[in-house]
Each structure stands twice: as structure tokens, then as C-alpha cells.
């Protein structure tokens, strides 16, 4: 019996102890089956079928679910189609709600979109819209209350367009003021014409055929831009160079002088502008100054956009003194200097920029690149140095390898005050500041001749222009313009010097200096300046001379040649000039070729073109005409 009890026992406690608990309610009220306790009510039942369903929701939504997602009707539920509530059953949901914007001041009812308004992406072989705002057609837009978008209309009495019909007329309006070009148009492929075809073989890259959108901004760290590819793309005319003497020049009248002013250089520089240059064979003007940019411009001065500007070149902390052209036209390079121990070189083909930071084996001498000049024939780069004992120096570099290839030191009191190229690039002329001049021949590197200049009391400046018809004798310049910082110009003609060498054989002073009387007279002095000279240019053809003085207002003068008269007309009290500053002449043959060739025509009668530029950072342009 033992055994039994302890089985009885055991199950007893397998069972599931329910406690009983009293909540108020007597004994009878409670039911004796504990299931009774736990039944749900209908407010229970309801919610649970809601949130977690039932198996008889489950089993309808199956038979209503078909293929691709879409309801498929029963019996039951064509029944319920035809009672309450169908109406809203197969509604988009933006339907069931709209937007409360308030009363409007007009009743007019905005257009639906017609079908030939409609983008058909499709047809018009264009990629669709890759996102799609809704709210756009409910959008109402006011045509007429808006005066910048009357434009839009498609007849006066329009006004109101949704949103959709309203991005599609911007954007049609864009397309119209703005075409898609040829490059971004789907399957277009560019094809150089033969003639660029034929440009490109012969290796004519130039500065015109170079383009930037933007100022370009460079530092030492990175000395490199952007490749200028289209500088020039609608100005067909500059990417042909100019023939130079195929139209005979025609002579100026001396004493008056016939000048037109020309529509300006557009902008004003923020700083001086120090240097001023031309190109040789393209209607490009060159303008820089100490505020580090360098400035290209087109020169085409006729409305509605003259003389527009092309592209820009800021470099960081270097404010520039010196810039020029490559002088041929084959090579499109600038060359960029400031009062630095290096120059930059600016390859507008390729867009980089090159720093040259020393002269190998001179770099004691070369402690300051700021002043330099290129030869006539792009072969020779000339940079003033400095000696430690007086006197100057003058490093000879080759243009394309940019290797030292000599040197010229001067023995002159108070050091170099200028230097001028031959016409040949074959040699220099340089004036010391005691007035003794040289002639020193680049090709022999030799001395070929010595003269002092007449009554010389602090040498500024030195110029060479005109042609002496002897291309071997001392490069064929004509005349020599020598400026002092008393205001005096001298001017002498070498053609005199070759005469007067061949009758004076015994002089054997002027035969062992190459020919070069050691003490010529002046042609002409001019005395019409009174302060310091600073700025001597001769004309391409060689029949005008300015010279100016930035230490005064409106010091300029135009002088004539051969007869060495200063023209009385111009400038006159009320000429635009301003503190000069920079100084260049332009052959209006280059400028005249080029607006022929774009269509817009030149002024027929003008020989050469006279920029002026001043402290105030203005550029103004005259037409020099015969």
C-alpha cells in the first residue's frame, strides 16, 4: 500500500494549482468551471480581429488576390459593388484629398495640359524624368500678376497654369535664349574642317586657339591650369595669321596728325598697369600690373561687346612688372616676370604653366628676374642682372631650352639703365646710366661698337625703330632714341652713321668701333618733356615715336619720322590720359584682317593703333589713320 500512496501523491502535485481569488462576489455568483472565467467579450474579439485578423479575413483576401497584384471579383463581391460605398473602392487615394489654399481672387480655371505640351520622352529620343513631383499639377501659377514671367504666355488673356505646365514652359524658355550645344547632343561627333585640319598639320598653334570660362588662379604650389582649348571659338578670324607686306604702307603726314579714339579696353584693372604689348600677328592685346593678374583681351573695337576680354591669369604674391608675347606665331607661350628670383612661361596650347626658378651657374648675378626681353626672332630671352661692384649684367637665355647661352657686363657708373634687341634679334643695344651706349653682338658674343650719348645727365630709357635698308650692320634699325631723367630725347639716324663712315676712311677711331662714331650727333633733340622719361615706343612701321613720363599728368607726345617733328594737334588739354603708365603700339592691318574675315569690317584707313594705359588701371585705344 505504501507504493500507492506515494503515486497518488505525485500526481496530485502534477496538477495545476488555480488559486481562487475573491473579488467581493459570494460563492454562488462564481462559476464552478475556470474556463468560464477566461472567455472574451465582443469588444476584445473585435480588436484582436482587427489588429492580428482571422482565418476567415485571411481566406477572402487570398480569393481576392490574383495575378500582378490585382483584385479579382467574386460573386460576393459583385454584389458589393452595386451597394454602398463602391464608389470610392477603385479611387486613387490622391483623390480622396485636396488642398484648402483659401478663396482665390480669380474664378479662372487653370488649362489642362494639351497633348502636343505633353513631354513625350519616347518619341523625341530623350531620357525620362527621373523623378516626378506630384504636387506640381496642383500648384497654381500666375502669369499675368508676375511681370518677368508674362514672357510665358501663350496669348494676353492667359493666366493661371499649374505647376507641371509651368516648369515646362521655363524650360522651353531656357532652351530658346540658351541652344543645346553640338557637343552635348546625343550621337553628335566633331569633325575638324580641312582647313583646321590643315592648320593643325603645319603645327600653327597660337593664343587664339585657347578658351577660359573663368579667372584662373595660380600659386607656387601649383603652377598649372586648366587647357585653354577655345579661347578664341567666335572669332573664326584670329585663328589665321596676318600676311605683313603684302599692303604697302602709306606715309604720315608730319606735324598734324590724323588720330580717332576707339571704343576703350573694357573693365578697369585694380592696380597700374606697368606693362602693355600687342600680339605680332593677332588682334590680342597683353596688359598686366602689380596686382598678380595677367589680362587678355581681343581687340575688335565695334558694338555691341568691343574689345571683350578672353581670359585671365592671377598668380598668387607675385605683383608682375614684365610680360610679353612669344614674338612667333607659332608659339603660343607668355612670358611672366615680377620682382622675384623666378618667371613664369604660360603655354596657352596646354594650359600649364612652367616656373623657371634660376639660372644655373649665374644665380648669384640673377637675384631679381622683373626685367627681361625677347628677341625679335623668339630666339634669345634677355634678363637684367646685378654686379656686386658697379656696372651690369645681362644673361642671354635661349627661348625654347631656357639654357644660359651668354653674357654681356657693362662697365657703366650707377649700372645698366636699358636695353633695346636689333631688329634681327642677332644682337642688343644697351644704355648705361652714365650714357655710355653698347652694341654688343649676340651670335659672336662680342662687343661691336661704343658711342656716348650727347649732353646725357642720367640715362633712363633706350629704343630702337625704323629700317636702315643694312639688315647686316647692327641688327638694320634706323633710329636710335635715347631718354634722360631730365626730360631730354635724343634721336639719331644710323643711315647718317653708315654714310659718314664711308667718306671719313681715315678716321681709324670709327673703324675699329665697327663702324659707330664714338661721339655722334643727334638728328633731333626734344625737350618737350620735363620730368624723368619713361616710356619710349616706336611704331611698327617706324613713322611715329611716343614718348611719356609717368611723373606727370598727360605727359605724352607723338613724334613724326623721318622729319623728327612733335605733332601739334594731339594730344590735346582734353585727351584722356591720365599718369601713364605703359605704352604700346598695334599694326590695324592684324586688326582689320580679322574683322574682315568675322564679318564686321575695319576701318580701312587707319595704319597703326596707339594704347595708352594709366595708374588708374584704364586702357584707352586711338586709330592712328594716314
Avoid at 293 to 308: A, D, M
Avoid at 383 to 403: C, E, P, Y
Amino acid at each position: 500500500m505504501a507504493p500507492v500512496a506515494v503515486a497518488e501523491r505525485s500526481q496530485e502535485q502534477d496538477k495545476v494549482q488555480i488559486p481562487d481569488f475573491n473579488y467581493g462576489d459570494s460563492d454562488d455568483d462564481r462559476s464552478e468551471d475556470p474556463d468560464t472565467d477566461m472567455e472574451k467579450d465582443a469588444t476584445e474579439e473585435e480588436l484582436e480581429k482587427l489588429v492580428f485578423g482571422d482565418r476567415t479575413g485571411f481566406l477572402e483576401g487570398l480569393r481576392r488576390f490574383g495575378k500582378g497584384g490585382e483584385l479579382v471579383g467574386t460573386a460576393q463581391d459583385d454584389e458589393s459593388e452595386d451597394g454602398e460605398g463602391s464608389e470610392l473602392d477603385n479611387m486613387a487615394d490622391a483623390d480622396l484629398f485636396f488642398m484648402d489654399s483659401g478663396p482665390t481672387a480669380s474664378n479662372a480655371v487653370v488649362p489642362a495640359a494639351t497633348s502636343d505640351d505633353e513631354d513625350d520622352y519616347a518619341e523625341a529620343g530623350q531620357d525620362a524624368p527621373a523623378w516626378q513631383d506630384s504636387d506640381d499639377e496642383r500648384m497654381v501659377v500666375s502669369l499675368a500678376s508676375v511681370p518677368r514671367l508674362r514672357k510665358l504666355r501663350k496669348n494676353e488673356g492667359e493666366d493661371l497654369i499649374n505647376g507641371k505646365e509651368y516648369s515646362r514652359r521655363l524650360r522651353r524658355q531656357f532652351e530658346r535664349l540658351h541652344p543645346t550645344p553640338e557637343w552635348a547632343q546625343k550621337g553628335a561627333t566633331r569633325k575638324p574642317s580641312k582647313k583646321r585640319r590643315r592648320i593643325s598639320q603645319a603645327g600653327e598653334s597660337s593664343a587664339e586657339e585657347t578658351s577660359s570660362d573663368e579667372d584662373m588662379d595660380v600659386d607656387d604650389d601649383d603652377v598649372s591650369a586648366q587647357p585653354l582649348a577655345q579661347l578664341l571659338k567666335d572669332a573664326d578670324g584670329l585663328t589665321r595669321g596676318h600676311e605683313k607686306g603684302v599692303a604697302k604702307k602709306r606715309k604720315l603726314r608730319p606735324e598734324v596728325l590724323d588720330i580717332q579714339r576707339t571704343k576703350d579696353i573694357s573693365g578697369t584693372q585694380p592696380s597700374a598697369i606697368t606693362s602693355l604689348s600687342f600680339h605680332p600677328s593677332y588682334p590680342l592685346l597683353l596688359s598686366s600690373g602689380p596686382s598678380s593678374t595677367l589680362y587678355l583681351h581681343h581687340i575688335q573695337p565695334v558694338p555691341p561687346n568691343p574689345n571683350p576680354l578672353l581670359t585671365s591669369l592671377h598668380i598668387k604674391k607675385t605683383p608682375l612688372t614684365t610680360t610679353a608675347f612669344h614674338p612667333s606665331p607659332s608659339d603660343a607661350r607668355i612670358f611672366l616676370s615680377a620682382r622675384r628670383r623666378y618667371f613664369h612661361i604660360w603655354n596657352l596650347t596646354t594650359g600649364t604653366i612652367e616656373k623657371i626658378s634660376r639660372v644655373y651657374g649665374h644665380a648669384h648675378e640673377q637675384r631679381s628676374m622683373e626685367r627681361f626681353a625677347l628677341s625679335p626672332n623668339g630666339k634669345y630671352m634677355a634678363l637684367l642682372g646685378s654686379a656686386r661692384k658697379g656696372g651690369g649684367v645681362i644673361n642671354i637665355l635661349d627661348a625654347h631650352t631656357l639654357q644660359w647661352r651668354g653674357q654681356v657686363r657693362v662697365e657703366s657708373r650707377g649700372g645698366i639703365a636699358d636695353f633695346a634687341w636689333w631688329a634681327n634679334g642677332a644682337g642688343l643695344v644697351i644704355a648705361g646710366k652714365n650714357g655710355e651706349v653698347s652694341e654688343w653682338d649676340v651670335e659672336r658674343q662680342r662687343l661691336v661698337g661704343r658711342w656716348t650719348d650727347e649732353g646725357a645727365v642720367g640715362t633712363s630709357i633706350i629704343s630702337l625703330g625704323g629700317r636702315s635698308g643694312r639688315d647686316d650692320w647692327l641688327g638694320g634699325d634706323r633710329w636710335v632714341a635715347v631718354g634722360s631723367s631730365s626730360g631730354i630725347v635724343n634721336i639719331y639716324d644710323r643711315r647718317a652713321w653708315i654714310s659718314s663712315s664711308s667718306t671719313s676712311t681715315s678716321s681709324t677711331t670709327t673703324a675699329t668701333n665697327g663702324g659707330v662714331p664714338p661721339a655722334p650727333k643727334p638728328t633731333r633733340v626734344l625737350d618737350h618733356l620735363t620730368t624723368p622719361v619713361s616710356h619710349l615706343r616706336f611704331s611698327p612701321d617706324g613713322q611715329l615715336l611716343a614718348m611719356a613720363s609717368r611723373w606727370k599728368r598727360d605727359a605724352l607726345r607723338l613724334v613724326h619720322l623721318p622729319s623728327c617733328t612733335v605733332y601739334r594737334n594731339w594730344p590735346t588739354s582734353g585727351t584722356p590720359l591720365g599718369r601713364i603708365t605703359a605704352v604700346a603700339w598695334g599694326d590695324a592691318a592684324v586688326v582689320n584682317e580679322a574683322a574682315e574675315q568675322a564679318g564686321r569690317g575695319g576701318a580701312a584707313d587707319a595704319e597703326v593703333l596707339l594704347a595708352v594705359a594709366n595708374e588708374q588701371g584704364k586702357i584707352r585705344l586711338w586709330e592712328v589713320r594716314a
